[in-house]
């Protein structure tokens, strides 16, 4: 069956690992593709390969520790070559250590994946990747088009305003799965907090269009949790200091994967910013007040909402009532008071939201709540 995201063509994927056995895994599990796979036993290869009028990969797949030109200098190399910068390039490591993966960024990797892997994750990630360079590549095309047709600029404008939503759209879904591969969040919790968002912009009274990119991009609040691993991101009792401090570092990477993947800066701010706090107590970096962006105050509290009222692995669903008492008391502390006001005022349709989308009984909140209730932890949401 065939993989190709753009008619006809064929991704081109590169693989570079020293270890024949961990090229041979990477064969297997995505030989069920029509990829066009190109296997190099180290990072001089790879580079001599892309100097030659060979064919441009879609995606690189790299080994991270490798004799002679090592994963992060094959990284920096493919990033810093016109013909290749816009390629994503995946690092294959089994370090786990914070200094690592910021290294990775830093030499400009796009996405990481620990060893040992399993065959669904790396097919989900390569997927993923190849569906946001297709996303790229016909923007680019597009782009070209405009250059070369200058006395129709006009009426490729507006041709290119409708491609633009429509890449948009694609994009965010892409990232959305991608979320949703790491995170064991429901799909309802989602769009609960994406119509929660929306609700709120429209009666802070803010324009349409506006309204609606922050109730769509409210979904990718959480984006960055693609980079937390799962043993702290699904850890079912309290976070230690350490753990938590690697969570906090999902807004971050959200941050910087929206950035390279061009996203709408609403999506970056609100993937950014929406676990600061109105009195300057949250993070990443405390900020305060209207410093913090009107999008992020926004999803922060149709986020705490929702988290509230919903069963996770790490806590009991609050009942209704306690969940407003604890939103109103956050109000000028926690929440931005006018956006909490907001909230109050339109309670009848934020019960309409929460009852449109539900999880299901299992998740469903109860109105009975007994002694030995896990307290409630600040946990990203």
Request: with cysteine.
């Amino acid at each position: 069956m065939s993989t190709s995201l753009t008619a006809g063509s064929q991704p081109v994927v590169f693989l570079v690992d020293d270890e024949e056995n961990n090229l041979l895994l990477f064969k297997r599990a995505l030989r069920i593709f029509n990829y066009a796979i190109h296997s190099f036993r180290n990072g001089q290869e790879l580079l001599q390969a892309l100097d030659t009028a060979g064919p441009v990969p879609d995606i690189i797949l790299s080994d991270v520790m490798m004799p002679g030109v090592n994963g992060y200098e094959v990284c920096q190399a493919v990033k810093a070559n016109p013909k290749t910068a816009m390629v994503p390039v995946v690092l294959v490591t089994g370090l786990h250590d914070v200094r690592d993966k910021v290294q990775g960024l830093e030499a400009g990797a796009d996405d990481f994946l620990h060893k040992p892997f399993h065959p669904l994750e790396l097919r989900a990630r390569v997927r993923s990747l190849l569906r946001i360079k297709s996303l790229n590549d016909q923007l680019d095309a597009q782009n070209r088009l405009l250059a070369d047709e200058k006395a129709l600029l006009e009426q490729a404008v507006r041709e290119r305003t409708t491609e633009l939503d429509q890449l948009t759209i694609g994009l965010t879904a892409a990232l959305e799965r991608a979320n949703r591969l790491a995170d064991a969040d429901t799909g309802a919790h989602i769009k609960r907090v994406c119509a929660y968002s929306e609700l709120l912009a429209r009666g802070l009274g803010m324009e349409a269009e506006i309204c609606h990119k922050i109730g769509r991009f409210a979904s990718l609040h959480d984006v960055g949790k693609v980079g937390i691993p799962d043993h702290i991101l699904k850890k079912p009792g309290k976070l230690t200091p350490e753990e938590w401090v690697e969570m906090k570092r999902h807004t971050i990477y959200g941050f910087e994967l929206l950035q390279i993947a061009g996203a709408d800066v609403i999506a970056q701010n609100v993937a950014l910013c929406h676990h600061e706090k109105f009195d300057g107590s949250g993070y990443p970096y405390g900020l305060s007040g209207e410093a913090i962006p009107i999008e992020a105050r926004i999803v922060a509290l149709a986020d705490v909402y929702d988290a509230l009222l919903s069963k996770r692995v790490y806590k009991a669903a609050y009942p209704l009532e306690e969940a407003a008492t604890i939103i109103r008391s956050g109000a000028g502390s926690h929440f931005d008071p006018d956006i909490v006001d907001v909230m109050v005022r339109n309670d009848e349709e934020v019960q309409e939201i929460r009852n449109s989308f539900r999880d299901g009984d299992s998740d469903a909140p109860t109105e009975t709540v007994t002694m030995d209730r896990p307290p409630l932890h600040l946990r990203p949401e």
